[in-house]
């Protein structure tokens, strides 16, 4: 049960197809595919961000808002935008997060439509191994970041290996697919997904990959058997 991933000059479209296609059972299969440790590890990444009321954060590639409320949650006065590359799950993430205050915004995470040096925090999850191009979203963020502001990555790694191994390569392979056909009906958005874990870049690229960005102190924690990974870095104050 496999399909090829899309070529990088495909990818945006087919991500916007396919988040739309899915929106309306997103978190369901998150909680399912994650036996429920999804909202923990969101927990985790927005405590790394260290959110207060008088900050203005952005949470990109939004989803259906879940990373925004736990950050409502901390900061009940804080100015939270959420921004997503798929209309189908704003309208989502709208209707759940109503009354909370929060912003949505449809919009492409490698051409942010916003001023330079404006928000205190950025946090994405399920983000970068989503995009096409991993350097210029990061420059996106590093460029509409106040000096000392940082972001936060919540995202699956490729696991390394150890006796687990075997169990992960077929939960990817098989396991998520079959409950992507069952519970969403699309055992293509399901393929992807996993398939895009395994060709994305291990934990410690991408900390490279954040300097290279031109963030200071990039740093990451894994979780969940090495599959999940938080990384942080701050823009620089000089």
């Known amino acids: ?17 396919m988040f739309s296609r899915i929106a309306s059972h997103y978190d ?5 595919i994650s036996f429920g440790m ?6 985790k990444a927005v405590e790394v961000l260290h959110p207060d009321d008088a900050g203005r954060y952005l949470d990109i590639g939004a ?3 879940d990373l925004s409320l736990e950050i409502r949650y901390r900061a009940a006065d804080a100015t939270i935008i959420a921004l997503d590359l798929t209309q189908e799950m704003v309208s989502v993430g709208r209707r759940k997060t109503n009354q909370t205050g929060i912003l949505w915004v449809v919009a492409d995470a490698q051409a942010l439509p916003f001023e ?12 970068l191994r989503n995009v096409t191009d991993i350097t210029q979203t990061l420059k996106e963020q590093w460029r509409v970041l106040i000096p000392g502001g940082q972001t936060v990555s919540l995202d699956t790694t490729p696991p390394g290996r150890n006796a687990l191994l075997p169990f992960l390569y077929v939960y990817y392979r098989w396991i998520i697919p079959m409950l992507g056909l ?4 699309d055992v293509e958005a399901y393929t992807y997904l996993p398939e895009s874990t395994r060709r994305h870049n291990t934990a410690e690229i991408l900390a490279l990959t954040l300097a290279e960005a031109g963030f ?3 740093r990451f924690t894994k979780l969940m058997l090495g599959t999940m990974a938080i990384h942080t870095a701050c823009k620089p104050v000089d």
């Open 28 to 32: 369901l299969m998150n909680r399912l």
């Open 182 to 185: 069952f519970v969403s009906g």
């Open 63 to 65: 989803g259906t808002g």
């Open 1 to 17: 049960m496999s399909s090829p991933l899309p070529s990088p000059q495909e990818k945006r479209t087919y991500i916007q197809q």
């Open 216 to 218: 200071q102190s990039p």
């Open 116 to 127: 330079n040096g404006i928000f205190s925090g950025i946090i994405s999850g399920y983000l």
């Open 38 to 43: 999804d909202n923990m590890w969101r927990e």
